[in-house]
């Protein structure tokens, strides 16, 4: 997945451009919402449905740089 690229429009006549970096699977993790447990890790499924979303199945933290492009700036 290292060096993926896409883009996409940020508005007003913006351009967006997302590479993603690395891919490091998550083997366990622990934490609270509101003083519950959030429970246990799983499969992202269904894919999430919104922006550039394309996730892993497994748990997994990418790092993403971002770039925008804005005409004038």
């Not at 690229?5 to 919402?33: C, F, I, M, P």
């Not at 919104?50 to 770039?67: E, M, N």
């Amino acid at each position: 997945m290292e060096g993926v690229q896409t883009h996409g429009s940020a508005g007003h006549g913006a351009h967006e451009y997302y590479v993603a970096q690395d891919l490091r699977r998550v083997a366990t993790l622990s934490g609270s919402w509101e003083g519950e447990p959030i429970g246990v890790l799983a499969p992202v499924t269904p894919a999430p449905q919104f922006g550039f979303s394309s996730t892993p199945q497994i748990p997994s933290l990418t790092r993403v740089t971002t770039f925008i492009d804005r005409p004038g700036a």
